[in-house]
């Protein structure tokens, strides 16, 4: 989202996790993100977007969040959603779906 700037002229880019503020101000100062980001320790918000899910890593399985993308329409609904996204392909998945 970061490198997506230009993509996202006239729209608000608006971050989640299930860190605390305080960690959130450092992640976000030491990346530059330059949008804000909601705390959701938690995860109602991302249990109601369906995104807090079972997870496994080395063979251990855990409840975590799938990093996941919404844009959601004036009206507040979903028009686009994107699970499992990879911060690589983020700004080209928004800049194609905001294009149409």
Known sequence: MRDA?????????????????????????????????????????????????????????YLGIVRSMFIVGPDGRIEHAFYKISPKDTSKKLAAALAG
């Not at 992640?27 to 918000?45: N, R, V």
């Open 5 to 61: 700037s230009q993509e996202i002229k006239g729209f608000s880019a608006v971050g989640i996790s299930g860190d605390e503020p305080e960690q959130q101000k450092r992640f976000a100062d030491k990346h530059s993100l330059g949008y804000t980001l909601l705390s959701d320790p938690d995860h109602e918000a991302a249990e109601a977007y369906g995104v807090w899910r079972e997870k496994k890593l080395y063979g251990k399985t």
